[in-house]
């Protein structure tokens, strides 16, 4: 893209907007992250709202690359790199959406659990799930009862994320979801989970929501639990 990008001369200042939007899709696709970072900065320029280059540029383009990641077109290193992308453009943005209380569809915390240190799989749901406009608090690795505990009383999330890629670790899933139990808060968080040796059996042993086999399908349930809670808080 970026070859293409000297050839042709592009020129921002003379591109229709829609037209800079496409640009944009294509390089978050991509993952050139200086060429999203400058589209970024033209449509702010051209008075948009850092909310519609937010959900038109970056979680449309995001979207793209969560369909061909599930539909096994892209793999983890271009998803990765598309992230990226999309993060040096959210990294402008943020500040701005603070500013103007800008609505986001829901906060999520995510972790890897305690004795697990993996955490590529982690780092792309967050990713994924950011470029989808939700805000993540990411606790990182080997994280404790405590550890989400924590979390989920100073950020009060919808959505608790939790990630093992041992099977002597997955254990630790249920001790979590036994502490929001005892602390009467487990009906008030969506609880998803995934790694590599999960399965939906197992995510239904422990009482978790739902198993996400991978970011694309963390994204999409986590939309689809929080479109749930919106249409029953409106009832």
Do not use: Q
């Not at 305690?114 to 805000?135: C, P, Q, T």
């Not at 899933?173 to 139990?181: F, G, S, Y």
């Amino acid at each position: 893209m970026s070859e293409e990008h000297d050839e042709e001369e592009i020129i921002l200042s003379e591109m229709e907007s829609d037209e800079i939007i496409e640009l944009m899709f294509e390089d978050l696709y991509d993952g050139y992250a200086d060429e999203v970072v400058e589209e970024v900065n033209e449509l702010l320029g051209r008075k948009w709202t850092p909310y519609d280059v937010l959900t038109k540029g970056l979680v449309g383009g995001m979207n793209i690359v969560g369909i061909d990641f599930r539909d096994g077109i892209l793999f983890v290193p271009e998803v990765l790199m598309a992230a990226k992308a999309m993060k040096a453009g959210m990294a402008i943005l943020r500040p701005l959406l603070a500013e103007t209380g800008a609505s986001k569809i829901g906060t999520m915390v995510i972790g890897t659990v305690k004795g697990d240190i993996h955490d590529i799989g982690k780092n792309l749901v967050s990713m994924m799930m950011e470029g989808a406009g939700f805000e993540v608090i990411d606790i990182g690795i080997n994280s404790s009862v405590e550890d989400y505990l924590e979390a989920i009383e100073k950020h009060n999330p919808e959505i608790l994320g939790m990630s093992a890629l041992l099977t002597t670790t997955m254990p630790y899933m249920r001790v979590v979801i036994d502490a929001l139990k005892k602390k009467g808060i487990r009906e008030d968080i969506v609880v998803l989970v995934g790694g590599a040796p999960l399965n939906e059996a197992f995510a239904e042993d422990i009482e978790a929501d739902a198993y996400c086999r991978d970011a694309a399908v963390a994204v999409d349930t986590a939309k689809k639990f929080m479109s749930i809670r919106n249409s029953r808080v409106s009832a």
